[in-house]
């Protein structure tokens, strides 16, 4: 059974930064496109970073967060990871991770900034 769950939400300051973890089953992380997306209140989707397969690597980013954004993966533990440094409070949203195929989400994780 494909899964995936969201965890490192939290109340952060502005300027500071959290870790998002995904953790995933029944597939293999490294070998799907895979993205973060968030929803904020009153707002639509948001895809914020993106990375490749294994073997078709590569990040993309939002522009809204490049820079500050960092999504990467570790293949042994199947986790997709999104480092989130000097957070905004327009960074305030739901945070999903999502396989691009089937655009497979999990439950989600809350992150609010706000001092």
């Known amino acids: 059974q494909v899964q995936l769950v969201e965890s490192g939400g939290g109340l952060v300051r502005p300027g500071g930064s959290l870790r998002l973890s995904c953790a995933a089953s029944g597939f293999t992380v490294s070998s799907y496109f895979m993205s973060w997306v968030r929803q904020a209140p009153g707002k639509g989707l948001e895809r914020v970073a993106e990375i490749g397969t294994f073997e078709m690597g590569g990040t993309t980013y939002a522009d809204s967060v490049k820079g500050r954004f960092t999504i990467y993966r570790d293949h042994p533990k199947n986790v997709l990871y999104l480092q989130m440094n000097d957070l905004k409070p327009e960074d305030t949203a739901e945070y999903y991770c999502?396989?691009?195929?089937?655009?497979?989400r999990g439950q989600g994780t809350q992150v609010t900034v706000s001092s």
């Open positions: 999502q396989r691009q195929t089937g655009m497979i």
